[in-house]
């Protein structure tokens, strides 16, 4: 590559020593005011604005001059806001999960800057650096002349103090966007509050100390904001270690840093700027011309290195966690704490210098997602989304798919394995999918509530005729009409354990026939269901109550969702809010009371503790479990029982019409875990009932592993009233005499569910 020829050298640029701190630093402040507030008198107008300064504001600025001391400037000037990098960890404090910021920044002290590259800094901004007193005079004359021959503003003298003072103004991350432009725009007030801010700089702070805040907060192109930064972006080293080519690459890159960009835009810009700064160093007699020849010869050897941020830099090892972390992002932005506005919320973590420890568990994360890839590969359409949940905190433990958190392109149009679409906790744009009869949990709770026992019997037989009109299908008569996937042990005689345990359709559509439709659509808001689109309608007050199908499952929710509310069993009853984190602190180290606020767990007593003890009693049955109260056999997924051990645990099956999704929820006492099969992208693409196993199996290991050394006491049992209508073990509910109880329907199960 051809190397451009070297810019002459300045000249009167020789390093002058710096005034000695006391007396003869002051004097040598005081002769600095008085030269610089004649010079403006003459020039600076026309500095700024190509006209005469008026005779009253040049006396104001004197004035200025004469009183200003640190202490006078704005707070950002004495203590720079620089934005700073938000950190998110897992729940152990330790495990980085990724990070996020604006501007990627990393401050470093004047040790830990190469001094070739304090010097290429100098020789391309401000030859005169050493010499001047935060304004340039000679530079005003030289721009004086040139603006006034030009008819316009085309040079304006400005200092590397003077440049400071405008970064700094034009970063505050504490001031509005109005501010900002307002410090950068090309007025006469503008410059001349600039003069006045770097002149009293340069009175307070040594050379060496205002070069090393220039040098931090400079944009160096790249997404680089300060030496430390722009040292990795272009050549993955430290502001230390800098050779220096690489010292006036970056310096030469101050002046337009995203055009001369040799990354992203022109290498043979940024080489051009290197030799013109090399030859500028020359001329300050910071390096020799041999020096100088040996650098020009080289090639630029760039060696870029991004630092990684936002949710889709976790590592590489852990892909998974992006979900998560895109979950916590969606929370964040929902936090009025953090900002008036989802976007302030989200600039606020970017800038704020954030330490967040979430409540990921990575060992729960990890099992999770490896479960999900067992049961279906990275490149397969259907997905197994799983979140796992803590009761009575609500603390969000692991959300897992086989995804990878990506914004790369997938082959051949598809929509994976690569996506950003939140699959597990869901947004306003994925409502989930359909659970089945998982949702025969929330007719159950609201049947205990409103006073009927756990051992209530009904007596049903498929095809039931329900009293809910519908005008597709099962219909018998006008009326929906579903029945049982195998009517040989789910028809006859059921109460909430049996039919629980066996999934009993037509029992279940009874129980919510005698409760009232609307009333488990309420239980169901209450512990957190979300209903979006049409569902939205169907669960209004009025017509939830002929919502029959609402038992079945057809809404559609997602694993967080579900996981949080089965959660509810094992709380006693306490409903929290699904939360991502665990602790915030801010750049001091302190959490601020707003942070502190959303930190904590949000919860209210969502059902009685009875009530949600004796939904957890039923929900043994169908992991085959024993019961605390009552008794029940051949559940739809008692291999769980064999994989708990002693391990207690509570669950439903789910399965939706047509084997589209099946589904299952766990519950500990510790630990609360949902999953599903289900292609995301075609709901109607069926899975299947034979992956039913893998996604109980899969939730059913990670809950068994979870509870490793953990001391896990058993589900408390429900009272005696609310499990038996009687108020009396001694005395419970029987079968009657077998008949036909239920109405008469036309043939054909219609709407079956074998789980």
């Excluded at 003298?157 to 700094?168: E, K, P």
């Excluded at 439709?517 to 209903?531: C, P, Q, T, W, Y």
């Excluded at 789910?654 to 006492?669: D, H, Q, W």
């Amino acid at each position: 590559m051809q190397v451009p020829a070297k810019p002459p050298a300045p000249e009167d640029t020789a390093p002058v020593p710096q005034a000695a701190p006391g007396k003869a630093r002051t004097i040598l402040s005081i002769s600095r005011k008085v030269l610089t507030l004649g010079m403006l008198g003459l020039v600076g107008g026309a500095v700024v604005a190509g006209a005469a300064l008026p005779a009253s504001a040049t006396a104001g600025l004197a004035a200025k001059l004469a009183s200003d001391s640190f202490e006078d400037l704005p707070s950002a000037l004495q203590t720079p806001p620089t934005a700073q990098t938000s950190y998110l960890y897992a729940n152990d404090g330790k495990t980085q999960i990724t990070q996020f910021y604006e501007e990627n920044r990393t401050d470093v002290e004047s040790d830990d800057i190469a001094k070739v590259m304090k010097d290429a800094i100098v020789a391309a901004e401000d030859t005169r650096f050493y010499v001047h007193g935060g304004v340039d005079i000679k530079g005003l004359v030289r721009a004086f002349v040139s603006n006034a021959q030009g008819g316009e503003v085309s040079q304006g003298a400005s200092t590397l103090t003077m440049q400071y003072v405008r970064n700094v103004l034009k970063n505050d991350p504490t001031i509005t966007e109005e501010e900002r432009k307002a410090a950068t725009e090309q007025t006469t007030g503008r410059k001349l509050q600039e003069i006045r801010y770097a002149v009293t700089i340069e009175d307070s702070l040594e050379k060496e100390e205002i070069l090393r805040r220039y040098l931090n907060i400079a944009y160096f192109g790249n997404q680089a904001y300060g030496i430390s930064a722009a040292a990795n972006a272009y050549f993955s080293t430290t502001a230390d270690k800098l050779t220096l080519g690489q010292a006036a690459t970056i310096a030469g890159l101050v002046q337009s840093p995203d055009l001369y960009d040799p990354v992203n835009n022109d290498e043979d810009g940024a080489i051009t700027r290197r030799n013109y700064v090399l030859g500028a160093m020359v001329g300050t007699g910071a390096i020799t011309q041999a020096e100088a020849d040996k650098a020009l010869a080289e090639p630029l050897n760039l060696k870029p290195n991004r630092s990684p941020g936002n949710c889709t830099a976790v590592p590489e090892q852990y892909n998974n966690w992006g979900f998560f972390c895109d979950y916590f992002t969606q929370w964040w932005s929902e936090q009025e704490e953090f900002g008036s506005t989802p976007s302030a919320r989200l600039d606020a973590l970017k800038k704020g210098g954030f330490r967040i420890v979430t409540s990921m568990d990575p060992a729960i994360q990890n099992k999770l997602a490896d479960e999900s890839k067992k049961i279906y590969a990275l490149d397969n359409p259907k997905a197994a989304p799983y979140a796992a949940v803590e009761p009575a905190t609500g603390k969000v433990k692991a959300l897992a798919i086989n995804r990878r958190y990506s914004i790369e392109d997938n082959p051949g149009g598809k929509k994976y394995p690569n996506t950003v679409n939140q699959l597990i906790a869901g947004s306003e744009d994925s409502a989930g999918y359909q659970w089945g009869s998982t949702f025969k949990g929330f007719v159950m709770l609201a049947a205990l509530e409103n006073g009927i026992a756990l051992d209530k019997g009904f007596t049903t037989k498929s095809p039931y005729k329900s009293i809910y009109p519908i005008s597709g299908t099962p219909n018998c008569g006008g009326y929906w009409c579903p029945g049982n996937a195998v009517p040989s042990y789910q028809d006859g005689y059921q109460n909430m354990w049996t039919g629980f345990g066996k999934s009993s359709n037509t029992y279940f559509v009874k129980l919510e026939e005698t409760v009232g439709a609307d009333k488990a659509v309420e239980m169901a808001k209450r512990l957190g269901i979300k209903f979006r689109g049409s569902d939205a309608d169907f669960a209004e007050p009025e017509a939830a109550k002929s919502w029959g199908t609402f038992t079945l499952g057809v809404s559609a929710t997602t694993p967080l969702q579900m996981a949080n509310a089965y959660a509810t069993l094992a709380a006693d009853g306490k409903y929290c809010q699904p939360t991502p984190v665990v602790s915030i602190t801010d750049t001091t180290g302190t959490s601020s009371e707003a942070a502190a606020k959303v930190s904590q767990p949000d919860c209210v007593q969502a059902i009685d503790k009875d009530v949600a003890r004796a939904a957890a009693d039923a929900g043994r049955c169908p992991v085959g479990q024993r019961p605390q109260r009552g008794t029940c056999s051949n559940g739809t997924s008692t291999q769980v029982a064999g994989i708990m051990g002693n391990i207690p645990i509570t669950g439903k099956t789910g399965t939706a019409s047509a084997n589209e999704t099946v589904s299952f929820i766990g519950v500990t006492p510790k630990l609360a875990i949902a999953g599903i099969a289900v292609n995301p992208d075609n709901p109607r693409d069926a899975v299947g009932d034979a992956i039913h196993d893998s996604i109980i199996n899969a939730a059913a290991r990670t809950l068994r592993d979870a509870a490793k050394g953990q001391k896990m006491n058993n589900f408390p049992a429900p009272s005696e009233k609310i499990a038996f209508k009687s108020g009396s073990a001694s005395n419970p509910e029987r079968a009657p005499a077998p008949q036909n109880s239920s109405r008469p329907g036309n043939s054909g199960g219609g709407n079956n569910r074998p789980r």
